[in-house]
């Protein structure tokens, strides 16, 4: 069953490749969705698959790609949207 998550991370996130290495765990996984930079420094990923692929995502957002200084992850769960691939936004 298709599960959607709101992942909101927060930290030093933005200008470290974030997005980019959400994108490619992301795939990884085989899930679908995007990632964003927001204007208060965050990063908002919007993904969808299996629960144990969004599980292992979610832990993953706790740490981040190796320069990412994450210091709180916000998740919600949601209504699947149906995105056909996982893009940078």
């Known amino acids: 069953m298709v599960e959607h ?16 290495s959400a ?10 969705g995007f990632a964003r930079n927001e204007p ?11 629960t144990s692929a969004l599980d292992e995502f ?3 957002c706790n740490t981040g790609p190796t320069l990412a200084e994450v ?10 949207k149906h995105f056909t691939e996982f893009e940078v936004r």
């Open 5 to 20: 998550r709101t992942i909101r991370v927060h930290g030093r996130v933005q200008g470290v490749f974030f997005r980019a």
């Open 23 to 32: 994108q490619a765990r992301a795939e990884r996984l085989g899930l679908v």
């Open 40 to 50: 208060d420094g965050s990063v908002s990923i919007e993904a969808e698959g299996e």
């Open 58 to 60: 979610v832990g993953w």
């Open 71 to 80: 210091t709180h992850v916000e998740v919600e769960n949601g209504s699947p």
